[in-house]
């Protein structure tokens, strides 16, 4: 069951985090970024919050379907198990795993210079702890 609470915490992260990081004067309100840039917080934003309920259902549903059908064999049911929870895995982990790379593309930047320090990324420690969150729920549940 820790295992799921600490899917659960991963999964209410990116829920709330992008929406309210993002949705204001620092990436979708400030007015130096271009409409096509905005686009591209809205969809992040979108996504995460996506991610974050894929990754609820996902880690819950063999919880709501564990009975299966009738006369399903168990080596079934344990594989539906595995495959939501390699699932929830995947939509945990996904948008921090994306987030880290973003730092390697050329003229990225973790912060724009009127909000902090160029060349800082203080979002990896953020990143890295809801990944790590999420990869340890999957392996205490597996």
Not at 6 to 26: M, S
Not at 39 to 59: D, K
Not at 88 to 98: E, M, N, P, R
Request: glycine residues 10%; charged residues 15%.
């Amino acid at each position: 069951m820790l295992g799921r609470i600490l899917l659960t915490v991963d999964a209410v992260a990116l829920i709330v985090a992008a929406p309210f990081f993002d949705y204001n004067e620092t990436h979708i309100f400030n007015p130096r970024w271009p409409p096509h840039a905005k686009f591209h917080g809205a969809q992040t934003i979108s996504l995460s919050v996506l991610l974050g309920l894929a990754t609820l259902y996902f880690a819950y549903r063999p919880l709501f379907f564990s009975s299966g059908q009738a006369g399903e064999p168990v080596a079934a049911r344990r594989l539906r198990k595995r495959d939501s929870l390699r699932t929830a895995l995947f939509t945990g982990t996904v948008y921090w795993i994306t987030g880290l790379a973003s730092i390697l593309y050329p003229g990225t930047d973790g912060v724009d210079p009127e909000f902090g320090t160029p060349g800082t990324f203080p979002q990896a420690p953020i990143f890295i702890t809801f990944m790590a969150m999420g990869v340890l729920g999957w392996f205490m549940e597996g």
